[in-house]
């Protein structure tokens, strides 16, 4: 039995990461991928998606997503990601077709033609989900189930004071899709930056993935390793040493296990006017909004045991390759 999931992504440093350990687990099935503007322009995560899919042999659809929130401007991280989402990364030219639907119309036309059984993976905003949501509303009972990354809990933000990247981007998406998932049957997963930054890349995984870049000789190997190189001197440069917090991994790999992480129920919502706060994620512990959880907040990351379950996976799938 495959795991079939379908991903949208900004990619994107971490986003590849997390791609690779994908195509690498033989008990997962990539069943499409949405490039969604966001670390990037959606011009560049696409690419990027093109040529790590191809490289990956992945030969699922992909398709590009909008290209700007719901409501705002969008805004880019090229600072932390490069100016091609890959760091220090050369890519080739894509050598495989985009998937002609729009990203919103791909996630509908998925989880259509199998309900029940497909999960989704949200690595970046969310608004090619909530696009998603207006072709059909069903969506949250016809997943089997959805995992997101993003939002901080009691946790300070990587993009605002208080709010996280993926969601400050586009919050109205992702209050619409929080809503929307209230009444799924089972509730989202979210890795917001509490799980996610108790995770730390430090210099000997970065040695790690350069030997397995020179271990398997394979492209893609070389290309997470010096889009890494670019991510620990960003890191660096905001003060947190020679170090790197990848996210997105953490949040594929609890989806595929279940492992590395537990869970508490938690009511969450997006604050949209607040003048300092917009696009916090606010969660209700003492229950003062009289509403049933509607996430499951992953805790207590087991850190040394996931990077080295990462790692491992890499280097055996990229070696398989």
Request: net charge negative; aromatic share 4%; with cysteine.
């Amino acid at each position: 039995m495959t795991f079939p999931l379908l991903v949208d992504c900004d990619t994107g440093i971490d986003d590849a990461i997390a791609l690779t350990y994908l195509a690498c687990r033989e008990d997962v099935e990539v069943a499409g991928i949405v490039s969604t503007g966001g670390n990037v322009p959606v011009e560049a995560v696409h690419r990027n998606n093109l040529v790590l899919t191809g490289l990956l042999g992945l030969e699922v659809p992909v398709s590009r997503g909008a290209g700007a929130p719901l409501v705002e401007p969008p805004m880019y991280a090229e600072d932390t990601h490069g100016p091609t989402g890959l760091g220090h990364a050369v890519l080739p030219e894509p050598e495989r077709e985009e998937d002609p639907r729009a990203g919103a119309q791909l996630w509908v036309d998925l989880a259509r033609e199998r309900p029940g059984e497909l999960e989704g993976l949200v690595l970046g905003p969310h608004t090619n989900l909530a696009l998603a949501l207006e072709i059909e509303p069903e969506l949250p009972r016809l997943l089997r189930r959805l995992h997101i990354m993003g939002g901080a809990i009691h946790h300070r933000g990587n993009t605002g004071p208080t709010s996280e990247w993926n969601v400050a981007v586009d919050p109205e998406a992702a209050q619409r899709v929080l809503a929307a998932f209230s009444g799924a049957p089972r509730r989202p997963v979210l890795g917001s930056l509490e799980a996610t930054e108790a995770v730390r890349f430090e210099p000997a995984t970065l040695e790690a993935v350069e030997g397995i870049a020179s271990g398997t000789g394979h492209p893609v190997a070389r290309i997470i390793a010096d889009a890494l190189r670019f991510y620990f001197a960003f890191h660096e440069s905001d003060g947190f040493g020679w170090m790197a917090h990848v996210h997105d991994p953490i949040v594929a790999i609890h989806a595929v296990t279940g492992d590395f992480a537990a869970t508490s129920p938690l009511a969450v919502d997006v604050e949209l006017t607040g003048t300092l706060t917009r696009g916090q994620t606010v969660g209700d512990v003492l229950g003062r909004w009289g509403r049933e959880p509607n996430v499951d907040v992953l805790r207590d990351v087991q850190a040394e045991a996931l990077v080295e379950h990462l790692l491992s996976t890499l280097r055996e799938g990229l070696s398989r390759d």
